[in-house]
């Protein structure tokens, strides 16, 4: 839920479950329910450029509770609608963007709170992730998302650094206003 300026404090705005959450929720309603994450990852809420205009983007993972990272378009929170879903990325759309094997994804559970940044290459904004932890591959990877498409721009690997990354931090050593 988000409250964006609403004059009433605590007023929920708009709601969002993302697709990978939808076929464990029946469990929320079972009178054996065992506590079970869901959507419990960190979140980032920056305007960024997104095509020729600017919006205000909701960046958030699954955390502990699914291998999945979503996009929001929450410019207009009050009118929120199913066509704010920018997108969510998923270890399936890894291996499709990379033309590999399921069991080759970097995306895990992640933990570390997802970034939007600006880019040179395509003066455009991306979406930076760290693999987090429990991926198919059991590597350490980033992976740079085209926040407009969601689709992988990049992965990169880090040799010697374990199997996963926690959070990103990044850096404009030049002060031109694009991540280095």
């Not at 270890?91 to 709170?113: M, R």
């Not at 932890?133 to 880090?158: E, M, P, W, Y």
């Not at 926690?166 to 050593?173: C, G, M």
């Amino acid at each position: 839920a988000l409250n964006c300026g609403s004059s009433s404090p605590g007023t929920e705005l708009l709601a969002y479950v993302p697709s990978s959450v939808i076929p464990n929720l029946y469990e929320l309603s079972s009178p054996e329910y065992k506590h079970r994450y869901y959507v419990d990852g960190p979140s980032t809420v920056v305007d960024a450029r997104i095509g020729a205009s600017w919006k205000t983007v909701l960046l958030g993972s699954l955390g502990a509770g699914g291998q999945s990272v979503y996009a929001l378009d929450v410019t207009n929170p009050a009118s929120f609608s199913s066509s704010n879903v920018m997108w969510e990325f998923t270890p399936d759309n890894e291996a499709a963007d990379l033309g590999i094997d399921l069991s080759d994804t970097d995306l895990g559970l992640t933990i570390g709170k997802p970034l939007i940044a600006r880019v040179k290459a395509g003066n455009k904004s991306v979406a930076i992730i760290s693999n987090g932890f429990n991926s198919k591959s059991s590597r350490a990877s980033l992976l740079i998302v085209d926040l407009q498409t969601g689709k992988l721009i990049k992965r990169i690997r880090v040799s010697g650094s374990g199997s996963a990354l926690s959070a990103p931090a990044l850096l404009d050593r030049d002060t031109d206003g694009y991540v280095d």
